[in-house]
């Protein structure tokens, strides 16, 4: 079954703009993790954020967690073309495996 | 050397074939996982080795047949497979199946292999 549930779908937005997704998950986790995939690509992995931290940064990448509402979000600052993928946020709840979430689509207009 | 490989990029097979994904990393990970992914979906977990035994099924039909014949290297064997099996296969590693510290690994992805099942 899939753990989370990812909001948007789909995001389409200007070149230089901040784009927002959000991650909503069930149950407790040990860690968080954002991956990146280009069409029809292998996975990317982003950035990983452990259930005792609150906010981490990578380059133009942020990343909340709020354990107490079971949601996460990725910020990606200042969009680029090359942003253009899918994001996919997924978590480890100890069970020696990553469940995936739906997905986000961003399309950055240039 | 930071990446997975996988062979072929494309695969056409007819439903009584027998064919074969190969993966391979050179990073010493001891994890190794294929996935399947269809179309706007997440990847979805088939099976995981870790220290070259089968840990995880997610109870997936017999005619996917998962292979690790050493650290390295990672195969799935494929034979009567079926049109709704057609798919974007991929192989990832971590260092270990984890959690350690309770924190898990990184996967490192391949770029998959295009299954077609005509």
């Known amino acids: 079954s899939q753990q989370g549930e990812e909001d948007p779908q789909a995001l389409s937005i200007q070149e230089g703009e901040n784009a927002t997704m959000n991650c909503s998950y069930k149950?407790?986790?040990?860690?968080l993790q954002w991956y990146r995939q280009n069409s029809g690509r292998g996975l990317v992995h982003l950035i990983l954020i452990r259930s005792n931290e609150r906010e981490k940064h990578s380059g133009r990448l942020r990343v909340t967690l709020d354990t107490s509402k079971k949601s996460s979000s990725l910020l990606i600052t200042a969009s680029r073309a090359a942003d253009t993928a899918s994001y996919f946020c997924?978590?480890?709840?100890?069970?020696?495996?990553?469940?995936f979430g739906q997905g986000t689509r961003l399309t950055i207009n240039p | 050397d930071t990446e997975v490989t996988q062979t072929p990029k494309h695969l056409v097979m007819g439903m009584t074939n027998k064919k074969s994904l190969k993966c391979e990393q050179h990073m010493g990970h001891r994890a190794m996982y294929w996935y399947k992914q269809k179309a706007k979906k997440p990847p979805e977990l088939m099976f995981v080795y870790s220290y070259e035994k089968l840990s995880i099924n997610e109870s997936v039909p017999s005619r996917f047949s998962p292979e690790c014949p050493n650290s390295s290297l990672l195969n799935l064997h494929l034979h009567a497979l079926q049109p709704e099996d057609s798919a974007l296969y991929l192989c990832a590693s971590s260092p270990r199946q984890g959690p350690t510290g309770g924190v898990s690994d990184t996967q490192y992805f391949g770029p998959g292999t295009r299954l077609t099942v005509l």
């Open positions: 997924a978590t480890d709840k100890g069970a020696q495996k990553l469940v």
């Open positions: 149950t407790s986790i040990n860690n």
